[in-house]
């Protein structure tokens, strides 16, 4: 398997990270990728930035050494109703966008508030994926969770940081991506890069898909063309 496109990157708007876009961009070329998709916490996450940093998205460049650099966010759900914490008028705005679910933001509520949390933000029609649902500091109904992106025709996320610093991760990713081939859910494979020398890291998420022999034509973000492709068919959703 190989991934071109990392879904999931930080630079040092997130307050939390350690690399600007330019040194993410050279250490994603040094990867192998063909592009990144700059995805920052929303506000909700102490040391972030305001949502309305993303219309400053547009100043970046289309390309950067021959890197694609695509524009996200990766917004905080920050209820049990699944409200994020970006403005519609600015949720609009980026090329691709994650709903997560983080413990300095809101802690789990239970198997049926965090699946209910999940399942709505899902159901945000801006919303692509979901951040590391392995998460084990919450408990998911997965046959839920898979079943409505499923029906909404939307993306999980195999997030190759969290299985690293998740104790717990690796296992629930072995119950909801088996489910995923079961509904033909597909999926994105990230690093959730913090550090630009963690850009398009992905071994530990790639070993496990392999392992589960999950097929390699569910997972969107493998080529360019294939990520390309998705973000048209995104257009449509959300125009």
């Not at 970046?60 to 917004?75: F, K, N, Q, T």
């Not at 081939?181 to 630009?196: E, I, M, T």
């Amino acid at each position: 398997m190989n991934i071109e496109i990392d879904t999931h990157t930080h630079t040092v708007l997130s307050g939390h990270a350690h690399s600007t876009v330019i040194e993410n961009a050279a250490w994603a070329k040094k990867a192998g990728l063909s592009g990144f998709v700059v995805t920052d916490h929303g506000p909700a996450v102490p040391g972030a930035p305001p949502d309305f940093n993303l219309a400053a998205l547009r100043y970046l460049p289309e390309s950067i050494d021959g890197v694609r650099v695509y524009h996200g966010v990766e917004a905080n759900i920050v209820d049990f109703e699944g409200n994020l914490d970006i403005r519609e008028k600015y949720l609009k705005l980026p090329d691709f966008v994650i709903a997560g679910i983080h413990e300095v933001v809101i802690r789990s509520g239970g198997r049926g508030r965090d699946t209910d949390a999940v399942i709505a933000a899902l159901q945000n029609r801006y919303v692509d994926t979901i951040s590391h649902p392995d998460n084990p500091s919450y408990s998911l109904d997965y046959e839920a969770v898979v079943r409505e992106a499923a029906r909404l025709n939307k993306l999980l996320e195999v997030n190759d940081h969290s299985f690293e610093f998740r104790p717990g991760g690796l296992e629930n990713a072995h119950i909801y991506l088996p489910l995923c081939v079961r509904h033909g859910v597909r999926v994105v494979v990230s690093s959730d890069a913090h550090s630009a020398f963690n850009m398009g890291s992905f071994d530990a998420a790639l070993r496990t898909l392999e392992q589960l022999e999950f097929p390699a034509e569910l997972i969107v973000n493998a080529t360019k063309e294939r990520f390309e492709a998705y973000l048209t068919e995104r257009s449509r959703r959300v125009a």
